[in-house]
């Protein structure tokens, strides 16, 4: 389980698609990309798991986003495999009707890397009983970006996330497998969260839809990992144009914080906890650690 954190995206609008039409916007995931320099420092033992752990996290971050039914999905075998914005960007650039309809429908693009990869091993000997004890450590980091199909132009960076996984073995034989896939499935799992919930708060955030004494209706639910229970600030958004250069910035004001009270699976209500300063229909819900009071 990850902690919940607010993320307040103040600043340049960048180009998505924030207040939505009932059309779904239709993102392409790209293959989860390796950092150079991590594949050349692990060995050859460890990089057997780097890329089992890849093709997990690739498969994992694919479905949370899938499972939402908040975006569509581009079907890879429609499109050149991309792996890099680069890539992308030499792709839309290019005039020929080839390349330029194998994104046709796609307004975004998502590309995953692997940052940091540690994995660590301690193996104990009984030698007296003819046992074993094997400990396991996984700590990896994986950063997103959110590329505009369009321009090529990276539209937003999700910061690097990091889930640190411990499993205590129990005594084994030493003739028995010492298989490490459970330890690399879970960090999988936790990274995935983690990544496709920081995408959704920012290509898709949460809103509220109806405000009535001090209950709140918001268009998402367990589909984005909503929980009853979880505590929720409410925050009032404006866009503000920049005379000189044209773009366009949100100007943010938290206005209350609420309790998740129920929780469907692409809706939730929610409690005003203390103050409400002014939510109102259209306003951003995002998790917090907060306790709303």
Do not use: W
């Amino acid at each position: 389980m990850f902690k919940k954190t607010s993320l307040l995206v103040t600043g340049v609008l960048l180009g998505l698609n924030l207040n939505a039409a009932s059309k779904k916007q239709t993102v392409y995931i790209s293959t989860v990309k390796v950092a150079e320099s991590l594949e050349d420092a692990v060995g050859k033992t460890k990089a057997m798991k780097l890329k089992r752990t890849k093709d997990l996290l690739e498969r994992n971050v694919r479905n949370k986003i899938a499972r939402a039914n908040i975006f569509t999905l581009v079907e890879r075998k429609n499109l050149k495999e991309l792996t890099t914005e680069n890539e992308l960007a030499e792709a839309v650039s290019d005039d020929s009707t080839n390349r330029v309809m194998r994104f046709k429908g796609a307004d975004l693009a998502v590309f995953t890397e692997i940052e940091s990869f540690n994995f660590h091993e301690e193996l104990r000997n009984y030698q007296k009983i003819g046992q074993q004890q094997l400990n396991r450590k996984l700590t990896v980091t994986a950063s997103l970006r959110i590329v505009d199909v369009v321009t090529g132009e990276t539209k937003h960076f999700i910061s690097p996330q990091m889930v640190t996984v411990s499993e205590a073995g129990g005594l084994i034989r030493s003739s028995e497998d010492k298989d490490s896939e459970m330890i690399l499935l879970t960090v999988a799992k936790e990274l995935a969260e983690k990544l496709a919930a920081e995408f959704f708060q920012t290509a898709s955030p949460a809103k509220v839809l109806a405000v009535n004494t001090g209950r709140i209706l918001i268009n998402r639910g367990s589909n984005v990992g909503f929980k009853k229970g979880d505590f929720v600030e409410i925050v009032a958004v404006t866009k503000v144009t920049d005379d000189d250069t044209g773009e366009i910035f949100l100007n943010e004001l938290p206005v209350a914080k609420a309790k998740l009270v129920s929780v469907d699976f692409k809706q939730c209500h929610a409690i005003i906890q203390g103050n409400n300063l002014g939510a109102a229909k259209g306003c951003y819900a995002r998790l917090t650690e907060e306790d709303g009071k």
